[in-house]
């Protein structure tokens, strides 16, 4: 592949190998500090699949000694989930520069040569986790998902719901060996037929690559910030495994007694009453205080079974984003929830192929068309740019929520409507874990 995008005179791109993995190591520690000392992040499996990984070398180098300045990588997500199905799809991750090497257009050529790989590798999307909020917009990513954080305090009150007393439990220490195969299966499920309804959800996308699932499970004691080994809460119906939790405990003491908080990094279940079963156990483990779920969808069961849903300390949060890099596959490749035939005047800055008007045609959960229209751009049905194309197109931010903002412009009366309609999703999109 190519690795041809400007770059300021003194710099260069070099494809990485595993043998750069300390240099890498370095570098992110400057872009994303954390205290935990390089040597010992060495000692984790890496997850890059360094095919797909990128560095930009400058003369002279960085002030450690190592020429790489500034990198970037990917990861193959071939089975992205999308509404109706599943495309091939970047998952951009590990994009840094060395903090002397900052404001020199390095990351603006990085994310140039990105999309550019992207498009000779057949990927018609790239997804990202957004360290700032402000940066990516620029690029033609969108805010595509949301998730909910909550705090639970221990007992919480939830709903009953008929048939989750059937359900056994186990509480294990979590092993990739004898439940690698177990939360594998049970997430994948729970992506196919989200909350039973017979629709996938967005976005809830598998570790795919061998490195991928061997970073996931690796538990290294310098990033437990004080809290134990990985547990595992295995929730289980008439032998099948229903659910699932992957969670940390931490046992804090003050005067009035034990105030211990459970992390609880994954929960996953098939249905309302698995998950009842699930969460039962989790907000009422001995000597914890409260249940601190990372990643929640904003519509996951456990915010509809809390009899005082004031009682979790609920925030919102921003999930994974979406940039369409080949427009008609992309809008193609999904399904939509109502009939719809539109077109989409798009403007992309970066990537000429997308600039123009497209013609969407579609019926209710069926297949798409998208093809390039001959209609002028003033006169299209809706106007927008590539970034809130991308901030739609799993569903979960409407286009009626941006055409009110000023971010899409409707021509034809009822056209934003409608296209709100069927760009919606039944279930909201979401990933539930961080790449």
């Known amino acids: 592949m190519t690795l041809d995008s400007p770059l300021p005179a003194g710099y260069r791109f070099r494809r990485l190998t595993a043998d750069d993995d300390r240099a890498v190591i370095d570098l992110d520690s400057w872009a994303f500090p954390v205290p935990v000392e390089p040597e010992e992040i060495a000692k984790m499996p890496s997850p890059l699949s360094w095919d797909r990984a990128v560095g930009v070398e400058a003369d002279g180098g960085s002030p450690g000694g190592s020429p790489l300045v500034a990198m970037h990588a990917s990861y193959p997500f071939t089975h992205f989930p999308v509404p109706g199905g599943t495309l091939p799809t970047a998952g951009l991750t590990w994009v840094g520069v060395h903090p002397q090497y900052r404001r020199r257009g390095l990351a603006s050529a990085m994310l140039d040569l ?4 992207c498009r000779e590798r057949g990927e018609p999307l790239s997804a990202l986790y957004a360290a700032e909020y402000a940066i990516y917009g ?5 805010r595509a998902a949301d998730d909910v954080r909550v705090t639970l305090p221990r007992g919480a009150a939830l709903r009953d719901v008929p048939g989750a007393s059937e359900h ?13 195969d177990l939360v594998a299966a049970v997430h ?3 992506g196919r037929d989200a909350a039973g309804l017979g629709v996938n959800r967005p976005g809830w996308a598998s570790p795919e690559t061998p490195e991928l699932q061997a970073h996931r499970w690796h538990d290294a004691a310098a990033f437990r910030q ?25 046992l804090d003491w003050d005067v009035t007694g034990p105030r211990g908080t459970v992390n609880v990094g994954e929960a996953v279940a098939l249905d309302a009453a698995a998950s009842r079963a699930l969460w039962g156990v989790l907000v009422d483990l001995d000597l914890m205080n409260e249940t601190r779920p990372f990643i929640l969808a904003p519509d996951d069961p456990l915010l509809g079974l ?4 004031r009682s979790a300390d609920l925030r919102v949060a921003d999930n994974v984003w979406v940039r369409l890099v080949d427009v008609p596959t992309a809008l193609a490749g999904r399904q939509y929830a109502a009939d719809v035939d539109v077109t989409l005047a798009v403007t992309d800055t970066r990537l000429g192929e997308n600039d123009g008007v497209w013609r969407l045609r579609a019926s209710a959960f069926g297949e798409a068309i998208c093809e390039r229209s001959d209609v002028a751009a003033a006169d ?11 901030a739609a197109y799993l569903g979960g931010t409407s286009l009626s929520e ?10 034809a009366p009822g056209a934003l409507a409608r296209a709100s309609t069927a760009f919606g999703w039944p279930v909201a999109p979401v990933c539930s874990w961080v790449f």
């Open 188 to 190: 994948r499920a729970a």
């Open 402 to 411: 941006l055409g009110g903002a000023g971010m899409v412009t409707e021509r």
């Open 306 to 309: 809390l009899v005082d849903r």
């Open 226 to 250: 004080g809290f134990e080994t990985r547990r595992i809460v295995v929730v289980e119906r008439a032998g099948e495994p229903r659910g699932y939790a992957l969670l940390r405990r931490k």
């Open 114 to 117: 990105h999309l550019a790989r």
């Open 168 to 180: 056994t439990v186990r509480v294990e220490h979590a092993d990739r060996e004898h439940h690698g």
């Open 380 to 390: 299209a049905d809706l106007a927008l740019d590539v970034r809130e194309l991308g």
């Open 138 to 142: 620029r690029f033609g990513y969108g």
